[in-house]
């Protein structure tokens, strides 16, 4: 018999741990999924970041680095430039990447940084109860915008992928959501493409993720994913920000 | 062997690659931009990598992934710099991770100054960061002692899977004295079976340095504190010099250790009887050794460029068994051998022989 879907080998067999109707653990799977497929298994190191992204290492079955809240992306680069054969790759939520670690994320995309960077966005702070994040939405009710978040008081939401895309040395950039199965389809092609500029050497790849997070929004799963396609891509629009194929690591 | 005329903190840049340090990750700030300078053309000749960061913290969290693979890594800064990496290194300690890190340490509180001060004793010895942790931390007092402590920091950093600060200050980083570049010599250290690499055909490794579990958290700072208690038992180490039986026992480290010298051999001159106890591990602290010295004199002075930081650790060690006297410069005033006379015979007066 053909077998035409099972989990994928570098996923652990165990039970994801987070809360129903979070796509963490979607996002982990397509990332074990790619590679799987790409068979770097054994030659890929990841890195984890604070929130509850950092449970990554439980689940996928490669070597993992975990540090401080933020600074994934200069820990990734730390291990790259000992190890510059080995597939590197970060994964952190919205709060760790563009809040604490703002700066860490924009100098690696600026040194052009051959890393692999998964940026999981639920508009809010997740591991800490639900409190504003600079991804929330103007007027979204979070722990510390109980009156929901107002332009003139906590300023806007932060596109991080399009402000990573002008850093001349980023790659590629893409924005996904797994909402869909069509999604979830493009979300896995572009996790594809951002193994492979790292691969190929063509500089640094993001791929931001669209999550609902029902627990912290205080909805269902379902309600969750209807407010994410109705509030969250209008403003954090889906597609690809930046796709570049010069080699300009080849400089020296 | 050859003698090179060299400044200090070109001395422990060189002494770095020769202990085998391949990359490395700063940030510039004054008194040690010359480390920085040196090592963007020196390691690209071994085969290394020089990495100016975006910031200290950026450059401490570089460390923390280099040091991850098993590499030999280091970063160096002063005082407002240290203080940035402060969360690096509790994470570094906290992950086992070895690593050195030099501070040419300078004029604080705040941004301060740019001139030599020992005010990041109480920073580098007490931990630093938050959480149970120490750094071992070497304080040495000539251009040589950097060259040959940078050796030994790379080394007790692999013997004990721990962060080690070399606590130099301003002057010692800009000073010029001969060195000899001996080839270091240390016993063989345990593999790094550790280190992640890819786990290639094997099982997976992981280092973090979080553990949600209370249980596994305090096993993890027991561990930690067994280190430091073999570091104790070990590899304490300290210089004496002077009269084996004298009237004053002066402890300094670092450029005032040097001054002590000084000191000794003028006051010697003088009719005095004076000796020097330099700490060169100032974590673990010589408590022992020092006690057994305090001992055969009638008073200890502490002079440090501080007001009073390691004076503590002299007292706890001394326990009261002869009185202990201070004499400290702060905010970038180096004491001088004249002043330091001056106050001893004072000292001795009043004091001593009253």
């Known amino acids: 018999m053909k077998v035409v879907f099972e989990r994928p080998k570098t996923l652990l067999e165990k039970p994801f741990t987070y809360c129903p109707g979070c796509h963490h653990g979607l996002a982990q799977r397509l990332i074990a999924e790619v590679i799987d497929e790409l068979n770097i298994a054994d030659r890929t190191i990841g890195v984890g970041p604070i929130g509850c992204s950092v449970y990554i290492y439980e689940f996928i079955d490669v070597d993992f680095v975990v540090g401080a809240h933020g600074r994934a992306p200069a820990i990734a680069t730390g291990i790259k430039r000992a190890l510059p054969d080995r597939v590197v790759f970060s994964y952190q939520g919205d709060g760790d990447i563009a809040a604490i670690g703002t700066s860490e994320i924009i100098h690696v995309a600026n040194r052009g940084e051959c890393i692999t960077a998964f940026f999981v966005n639920n508009a809010v702070f997740g591991m800490t109860g639900g409190q504003m994040a600079p991804t929330t939405l103007v007027g979204q009710r979070t722990k510390t915008t109980p009156f929901g978040r107002k332009p003139d008081m906590h300023g806007f939401p932060f596109r991080l992928g399009e402000c990573l895309s002008v850093a001349e040395g980023s790659a590629y950039i893409a924005r996904v959501a797994l909402t869909r199965p069509q999604f979830v389809r493009q979300a896995k092609e572009c996790i594809r493409k951002a193994f492979m500029t790292q691969i190929e050497r063509k500089g640094f790849a993001l791929v931001e993720i669209l999550s609902p997070c029902p627990t912290n929004w205080g909805m269902s799963p379902k309600e969750a994913v209807d407010w994410l396609e109705q509030h969250m891509i209008p403003h954090f629009p889906l597609g690809e920000l930046k796709v570049k194929e010069r080699l300009f690591h080849e400089t020296s | ?354």
Request: charged share 25%.
């Open chain 2, 1 to 354: 062997m050859e003698k090179i005329l060299m400044r200090g903190n070109e001395a422990v840049a060189e002494a770095a690659v020769r202990a085998g340090c391949r990359l490395y990750f700063g940030y510039p700030i004054t008194p040690q931009n010359e480390i920085s300078e040196y090592l963007s053309f020196r390691l690209p000749q071994v085969g290394g990598v020089f990495l100016q960061a975006e910031s200290e913290v950026a450059a401490i969290h570089m460390v923390y992934g280099a040091a991850s693979t098993g590499a030999r890594v280091m970063t160096s800064s002063s005082g407002p710099g240290i203080s940035l990496m402060q969360e690096g290194l509790s994470c570094l300690a906290a992950a086992e991770l070895p690593c050195v890190v030099v501070n040419m340490s300078r004029g604080g509180p705040g941004v301060g100054n740019i001139q030599p001060a020992q005010s990041d004793y109480f920073q580098a010895v007490k931990g630093g960061g938050h959480g149970d942790y120490r750094l071992i931390v070497l304080a040495p007092s000539t251009v040589q002692e950097l060259v040959d402590l940078t050796y030994r920091a790379f080394y007790l950093a692999d013997k004990y899977r721990n962060p080690v600060e070399i606590l130099g200050d301003g002057m010692l980083g800009q000073m010029m004295e001969p060195v000899v570049f001996r080839d270091p010599e240390f016993p063989p250290l345990p593999p790094k079976d550790w280190a992640i690499r890819g786990k290639g055909n094997g099982p997976r490794k992981w280092i973090v340095c979080l553990d949600l579990d209370p249980k596994g958290l305090e096993e993890l700072n027991l561990k930690l504190w067994e280190k430091y208690r073999r570091l104790e038992e070990e590899d304490v180490d300290y210089a004496t010099f002077g009269c084996p039986e004298p009237e004053i026992l002066l402890v300094g480290f670092g450029t005032v250790g040097r001054i002590l010298r000084s000191v000794v051999r003028e006051g010697e001159k003088e009719g005095l009887k004076l000796a020097l106890f330099r700490p060169i591990t100032l974590f673990p602290f010589p408590k022992k050794a020092l006690r057994e010295h305090a001992r055969r004199a009638r008073a200890v002075l502490v002079v440090e460029m501080n007001l009073g930081q390691m004076l503590e650790d002299v007292e706890l060690a001394v326990q009261g068994e002869v009185p202990v006297f201070f004499l400290g410069h702060t905010g970038g005033v180096i004491p001088t051998v004249g002043e330091i006379l001056e106050y001893i015979h004072r000292l001795l007066v009043k004091e001593v022989r009253a």
